[in-house]
């Protein structure tokens, strides 16, 4: 990765292959409603916030597609993939450039990658941060209070109460609408 960005957004690899399937539930869900969920390839919250995550995620009722690897499926509430089937879709590994550019994304809960950052501000996707470590903490900064293009949880802790709360924001209010309009300054 170049200081300036993912060299892919300016010269994109191949089409990487879809084998979970998202791109083809995505189109099944209506504009702008779905939840993604991506920590990236070596950041994952702590396993007690990974259940409230997930416990947020089936109160807000909102569809969702979280990246997870299946290790971590354990750390889930009990019963939390079976009760969830016709919400949302829990897949090891997703082809997020793709899903971020899909008009049904109307969220990304993120760490704040500069990767996942970039991919999301080009997809103008507003984005809810729990950033994990390194740049990630400024990089939720920026994003929630610098270019109000998303929100930060309250001391990077995420809760039921936190997760529902600001999905419906981003989701279902006039400041949510303004952050999927924003432009970076």
């Given at each position: 990765?170049?200081?300036?960005?993912?060299?892919?957004?300016?010269?994109?690899?191949?089409?990487?292959?879809?084998?979970?399937?998202?791109?083809?539930?995505?189109?099944?869900?209506?504009?702008?409603?779905?939840?993604?969920?991506?920590?990236?390839?070596?950041?994952?919250?702590?396993?007690?916030?990974?259940?409230?995550?997930?416990?947020?995620?089936?109160?807000?009722?909102?569809?969702?597609?979280?990246?997870?690897?299946?290790?971590?499926?354990?750390?889930?509430?009990?019963?939390?993939?079976?009760?969830?089937?016709?919400?949302?879709?829990?897949?090891?590994?997703?082809?997020?450039?793709?899903?971020?550019?899909?008009?049904?994304?109307?969220?990304?809960?993120?760490?704040?990658?500069?990767?996942?950052?970039?991919?999301?501000?080009?997809?103008?996707?507003?984005?809810?941060?729990?950033?994990?470590?390194?740049?990630?903490?400024?990089?939720?900064?920026?994003?929630?209070?610098?270019?109000?293009?998303?929100?930060?949880?309250?001391?990077?802790?995420m809760t039921?109460?936190?997760?529902?709360?600001?999905?419906?924001?981003v989701l279902?209010?006039a400041e949510?609408?303004?952050?999927?309009?924003?432009?970076?300054?």
């Amino acid at each position: 990765m170049s200081p300036f960005g993912p060299l892919n957004l300016l010269c994109p690899p191949p089409s990487q292959p879809d084998s979970a399937g998202c791109l083809e539930w995505l189109d099944h869900q209506a504009h702008g409603e779905v939840v993604y969920i991506g920590f990236g390839t070596f950041a994952v919250p702590p396993p007690a916030e990974l259940a409230e995550l997930a416990e947020g995620l089936e109160a807000s009722g909102a569809p969702f597609l979280w990246s997870l690897k299946e290790k971590f499926w354990t750390l889930l509430p009990a019963g939390f993939l079976a009760r969830t089937a016709g919400q949302g879709l829990v897949v090891t590994w997703t082809p997020q450039l793709r899903v971020l550019e899909h008009p049904a994304v109307g969220v990304f809960v993120t760490h704040c990658g500069w990767k996942s950052v970039l991919e999301s501000l080009t997809s103008s996707v507003p984005m809810v941060c729990r950033s994990i470590l390194a740049d990630q903490h400024i990089n939720a900064r920026a994003i929630s209070h610098v270019w109000k293009i998303g929100l930060a949880f309250p001391n990077n802790t995420m809760t039921k109460d936190e997760v529902t709360k600001a999905l419906h924001v981003v989701l279902k209010t006039a400041e949510g609408k303004k952050m999927k309009e924003g432009h970076v300054p």
